[in-house]
């Protein structure tokens, strides 16, 4: 029989939760399953806000502390998470930090560590991905282990640059490039940092053990004044999950497989995957939001100061959220979007594939690397194609209006500006959902189903206009534009 205290506790949190009285009837799977979420999803949120309190702890408690106990912090609460989000099957992520400490240690600086690196870090993850693999979005092992396979690869390559002459290196690659050699707690503190295990941001470890240190701070020798921009943060990832908690059962892609959506209008089909589209990326808006407000807040989001004097706290950012809000273009998107991912790719595979001295074939090796990182389903490869198409073929488009006196005339009119920014917003986010609809549907049949029903109109409209454009840009472009250009 429960006690008074626990009846007590059951008539506080039914009103709220909506949940049946009796303290037993709290656990995670019976509150999920009253917000509608499984236990996992649940699981998940929590153990990304529970990056606050800890963040607390340790700006009151080991800052400027000495640096194993940090570690020491940081390895122990990434573990727990790791364990209360995915029980024992923890243990691969810490296999894996430990074959890479020592790759490092017993292959030093060599390119042979950072081939064994990367292949056995993605053979690792692809195998995951291969055993655990369903036909649904599943929270498991695989999605932490996805941003720390990252992390060990980009920690190979800069333990690599360290080793080599500086004369040889770029900026960015002295700038992040290891001179020491890291011991197994500070690749375990590294890898297992409580504000960016789970969803990321990715940082590098010159970035983190500079927060280890006591550098990151816009006031020297004391603890950050971070906390309201890290308020600021966590304040629109709250907007974000209000939205998309009230949204979410009203709008899903499962909705695309049904037979209603199938048999409604052709706009209509359209309109749904446009909305769909947007909104699907909420969620994952509001965990890097959250994220990063827990990386400001302990001070790793530090990045120096503007010209003016105000420090600056987006080294962590992965969402510019008014972009992503405002901006017409799929580029913009791809620069507010994932940011920090993204900055990986082209440090550590596109700028590393200048030798094949073709920037097209770089870019759709690397969004190839990207889809595999994600997983092994085909929607993950239809995807990242698409986006390759997208931005082939947008970036003709801006040459054209540029080059071409008509367009760039017409583009100028004020008074037709809203109407080109609405159509421009339209095609934009319509087949941002198209690409979108592959990503998240995952398995052949279904996406296949979805683009059957509205006529395969993404890859029709950007394959018809990457052969047509090139013939408008004969005509449209004047001959000393063109001579211009060539000079």
């Known amino acids: ?34 917000l509608g979420a499984s236990e996992q999803a649940l699981r998940l949120i929590i153990s990304i806000f529970l990056g606050y309190p800890l963040a607390l702890f340790y700006r009151h408690y080991l800052f ?25 099957q923890f243990y691969h992520s810490l296999l894996c930090v430990i074959l890479q400490f020592l790759i490092l240690r017993l292959m030093g600086r060599t390119m042979t560590a950072v081939l064994t690196t990367f292949c056995l870090q993605m053979a690792y993850l692809l195998a995951g991905y291969y055993f655990t693999a369903t036909g649904n979005y ?31 290196l770029s900026s960015e690659q002295q700038k992040y490039a290891i001179r020491g050699v890291p011991s197994l707690l500070e690749v375990a503190g590294f890898s297992y940092f409580y504000g960016a295990f789970l969803v990321g941001p990715q940082f590098s470890m010159n970035h983190y053990m500079k927060l280890v240190q006591g550098q990151l701070t816009d006031i020297p020798g004391k603890m950050p004044n971070s906390t309201i921009p890290a308020l600021k943060r966590l304040s629109l990832g709250l907007i974000y999950l209000v939205g998309y908690t009230l949204l979410s059962p009203h709008i899903t892609e499962d909705y695309l497989l049904t037979e209603d959506y199938e048999n409604r209008p052709f706009w209509f089909r359209c309109m749904y995957m446009l909305i769909w589209g947007k909104f699907v990326l909420y969620k994952y808006v509001t965990c ?33 959220v008014w972009l992503f809000e405002t901006n017409p273009r799929f580029n913009g998107t791809i620069a507010s979007f994932n940011i920090n991912t993204n900055a990986w790719v082209a440090r550590y595979f596109f700028k590393r594939l200048k030798f094949l001295g073709n920037k097209e074939l770089s870019q759709g090796l690397s969004l ?8 092994l389903h085909s929607g993950y490869l239809v995807c990242f194609q698409m986006e390759f198409l997208i931005v082939i073929v947008e970036k003709k488009a801006a040459n054209l209006i540029r080059e071409s006196p008509a367009l760039s005339n017409l583009a100028s009119v004020t008074v037709l500006q809203p109407f080109f920014y609405l159509v421009q917003q339209t095609i934009h986010w319509l087949f941002m959902g198209y690409s979108m609809t592959a990503f998240c549907l995952f398995t052949w ?13 993404g890859h029709v409209f950007f394959l018809s206009l990457l052969f047509i454009l090139p013939y408008i840009h004969k005509s449209m472009v004047p001959r000393k534009e063109k001579l211009k250009k060539m000079e």
């Open 1 to 34: 029989m429960a006690s008074a205290v626990e009846r007590d506790v059951g008539k506080v949190v039914e009103p709220i939760w909506g949940l049946r009285s009796g303290f037993e009837e709290l656990s995670l799977n019976k509150l999920a399953t009253s």
């Open 64 to 88: 400027y502390k000495d640096s194993y106990l940090i570690h020491l912090f940081h390895a122990f609460t990434g573990l727990s998470i790791a364990y209360f989000n995915f029980g024992y």
């Open 138 to 168: 599943d929270i498991k092992w695989t999605m932490p282990h996805c941003v720390l396979t990252l992390k060990l690869i980009g920690l190979a390559v800069d333990y690599f640059d360290g080793g080599r002459n500086q004369n040889s």
């Open 288 to 320: 890097w939001l959250v994220t990063e407000g827990v990386c400001i807040l302990t001070g790793l989001g530090f990045n120096g100061f503007e010209e003016n004097g105000k420090a600056k706290w987006d080294a962590c950012a992965n969402m510019k």
């Open 368 to 375: 190839l690397f990207l889809a595999l990182w994600h997983g």
């Open 445 to 457: 049949d279904k996406w296949f189903k979805v683009y059957k029903s509205v006529y395969f109109l």
